[in-house]
Every structure is written in C-alpha cells, then in structure tokens.
C-alpha cells in the first residue's frame, strides 16, 4: 500500500487508538472537521477520525507508535505534542486554547464567532455542523476578540512555531456574513504578529468586503459550497442553500481579482450525496476560474443529524482525488502556493497527494 492509498483509508475508515492518552488532544465538537487527531504518519501529518463511530470499528491501530492493519505494522506513527500557548491565558483571563486551537503540526485555528443564525433550527442548520458543541461543553466562547485573537497567534507564533492561521466564522445575521468582523480581527492580529491568515465566511452581500479583507491583512479566502448538487444541498444544509451556486460563482469570481488565483477555496464535502461527476464537474469549474476546490471525505460528527452517515468508501474517494488532481495538474494550481488556510495545510485530505508536485 503506498502513501496516497493510505492516507485515504485512514481518513475514510479513522483510526483506533489502543492508548487514548498518547499525545496532544485531539478535536471534539465545534466548527468545521472534527472528532479528528493529528497523526504522522511517516513524514506526513494529517488529521484521522478518531471519536466517532466508523472509527471504533477500524482495522486500523495504533500500538508502541506503530501503525497497525489487522494486528500488523505496516508505518510508524507520531503524534504532535500539545503546543506551549495551550497552558497560557489571556490579559482577561480565559485559556488560550478557548481562543484558538493548533491544528495538524504548524497551523493555528479559530473561530471568531461561536454562533450561526442557521444552526440552532433543523429547517436551516446545516447537518454536518457541530459549532454550538464546543461552546455548550465550555470549551471555547462566543466572541473572540481582535486583542484576544492577536494576543494567542503572537503566542503560538513565537512559542510553537505556528504557519498561518485559519479564522471562520458562524454566519451572523448581518449582511457581510461576518466578513466585517473578520476584517476587525485580521488588523489587530497583523498589529501584533507578521502571520499569513485565511478567513472563511459565506459570500457577503457587497463584495466590496474582499478589499476590505484584503487590506485588513487577510492573504486568502474561503468560501464553502460544501455540497454542489441542489437536491443535496437543499437535504444537507436547508439554510445555506437558499445561497444559489450562481452566487458563489459570483462572489468566488469577485474574491480572485482581489485574492488573486489560486488564494480562493472552497470546501466539497465528500460522501453527503453528490455523485462523484458531479464533484468532478464542479472542481473543473472552479480551477477554472481560479478557485482550488479543497476536496475533504465526509466525517460524521458525534451528536449531529448524520452522526451514523456512512463515511465515503476510500476507493471512491481515490478515484476523486485523481480526477481532481489531475485537473490541478494541468491547470498549475497547488496547494504549496496558497499563502494561508485548509488546502494549504491539507491535513483533512489527501488531495494534496495527488497534485503531482
């Protein structure tokens, strides 16, 4: 088995950990990918699902830092150790690790506000979603602040050698769709710290906000289609499908002339229901226009709506990121070139794999 072949097992099967104390905490709840752990494998690190269901029936183990098939070793394993801002708190005194948390090995992430208009209603969450967990459990608060948020990235920059920073977002009811307040949060953050930062957010209702974000310091951004077919989309996430494609396309169209090419994502959720067509045909859409489609396998999150949703099956999802890579490939787009966020990081994918560089 070679490593592209690998990582997309893990990822789609997650891992069993014969020691549940080994290394740094992994991510329960909130926004975003979750119930996942950092893991290295070899000289990789990615993020493999380790607290829900298809997890506990894996035959993948680990044992003594050996990466285990069926009782066999077939990789060393490594895990990130937790970072040093993790035992620290703020001037006004809430824990680091409420504000930001480290993802993979070198990336610091947020989320600035812990709510969504969407999330709190069946008829419009999306069902994937977990962001009022970590908040319900106290592990992290509502609002972050610029100062908070400057005072943590200086932190993990200089104590644990951090990359770039990821900063997303609940959708707020105002207009921008949060874009405003990332803008506030990205100036105080580049005040205090020279870090590349991704913001993600849905498409604002002014796209004037892309300058904004841009010269507040933000060096790429990510929109989320997640899902691309209607049907889907309408089933998966009610409330954010009243957001058209065509808009997306708009707003992604809008984003590059300001980001530039290449420094504008989206996720696609994997496995929710799209045909693998479909995620094709979109990826070539979006390359096209010069946003990278950051493919991730679907994760069902412990406590959601699709908590017992099937994960993709790894075969498909290697068919997938061929195809995609190969799109990449012939376009020139790579993830080493975004400047900050997921695809740059690409912990949560093996598309990276497949980009041919």
Not at 16 to 28: D, P, Q, S
Not at 185 to 192: D, F, G, H
Not at 316 to 341: C, H, N, P
Request: proline residues 5%.
């Amino acid at each position: 088995m070679n490593k592209q072949q690998l990582i997309v097992e893990l990822q789609s099967a997650g891992l069993k950990l014969a020691n549940a104390e080994i290394g740094a905490a992994g991510r329960i709840g909130g926004a975003g990918p979750s119930d996942h752990k950092a893991v290295t494998v070899g000289d990789t690190t990615v993020m493999i699902p380790i607290f829900n269901s298809p997890a506990a029936s894996s035959p993948y183990t680990v044992k003594e830092q050996k990466l285990q098939l069926n009782g066999e070793d077939i990789s060393t394993v490594a895990f990130p150790s937790e970072p040093k801002f993790y035992s620290l708190t703020t001037s006004d005194g809430i824990p680091y690790k409420q504000i930001a948390l480290l993802h993979s090995k070198d990336v610091l992430a947020t989320t600035v506000l812990q709510t969504c208009i969407r999330y709190g209603d069946t008829a419009t969450s999306c069902q994937f979603c977990a962001i009022g967990q970590s908040l319900a459990a106290g592990r992290t608060i509502a609002r972050k602040t610029p100062s908070q948020l400057a005072e943590v990235a200086e932190a993990a920059v200089r104590l644990d050698g951090v990359k770039h920073m990821v900063m997303t977002t609940g959708t707020p009811s105002t207009s921008d769709r949060g874009a405003a307040y990332l803008t506030q949060c990205a100036k105080a953050i580049k005040a205090k710290v020279n870090i590349p930062i991704q913001a993600q957010c849905e498409p604002p209702d002014d796209f004037i906000w892309f300058e904004r974000m841009k010269e507040a310091g933000i060096d790429s951004l990510g929109m989320h289609l997640e899902a691309v077919e209607d049907k889907v989309r309408a089933n998966i996430m009610p409330g954010k499908a009243t957001v058209s494609v065509d808009y997306y396309f708009q707003a992604f169209t809008a984003a590059v002339k300001v980001f530039g090419w290449g420094q504008v994502s989206t996720y696609l959720l994997a496995g929710l229901g799209d045909s693998l067509k479909s995620l094709v045909e979109m990826s070539d859409r979006l390359i096209q226009i010069g946003v990278y489609p950051f493919i991730v396998p679907f994760v069902p999150i412990t406590g959601t709506p699709l908590a017992h949703h099937p994960t993709p099956r790894s075969e498909w999802m290697f068919a997938l990121y061929q195809e995609v890579g190969e799109l990449l490939q012939r376009s020139g787009m790579s993830s080493t070139d975004i400047k900050a966020g997921c695809a740059k990081c690409g912990a949560c994918s093996a598309l990276a794999n497949f980009e041919g560089k």
